[in-house]
């Protein structure tokens, strides 16, 4: 089983397989994590991105899928980048939020990856209520079988690192 620990910290210089990136669906940057992971990254990233967008994703990724790519100059192999969903207060989209930590399980997998740093995907910029998004993150980490040994959810704010303590509890 995946032992599941939190950090604070920034991800971006978490020494681990796998970064995962709250990606936006153009894969090509952004803001919050997903800028931080390219700016510190490096080019190797979106030209990687940019390739991907070429060769199989024309319009972009979408929302609870993710992919992977080089790390760059990341203290890592690789990142995973997957897309989360908007949250909205009338539809339930939390099956597409738990779809992205699924499938960057898969790809860590595929990789081979034993160690990887997740953000609390969509709980920023994209309004997912802080709570919620890390219960939804712990929950399906815990119950998706995976070769990892290490899921790792860093946290840059209290506020996050204190939810995800108290989904991490609650298991």
Known sequence: MTRITL???DITEQHVDAIVN???SSLLGGG???GAIHRRGGPEILAECRALRAAKLGRGLRPG???A???G???ARWVIHTVGPVYSHTEDRSAQLASCYRESLRVA???GATTAAFPAVSAGVYGWPMEDAARIAVETVHATPSGLEEARFVLFEARAYIAFENAVAAL
Do not use: K, M, S
């Open 7 to 9: 950090v604070r910290g």
């Open 22 to 24: 709250a990606a936006n």
């Open 32 to 34: 919050g994590v997903d």
């Open 65 to 67: 899928a993710a992919v």
């Open 69 to 71: 790519t080089t790390a």
């Open 73 to 75: 100059l990341l203290p």
């Open 109 to 111: 997998d595929e990789l």
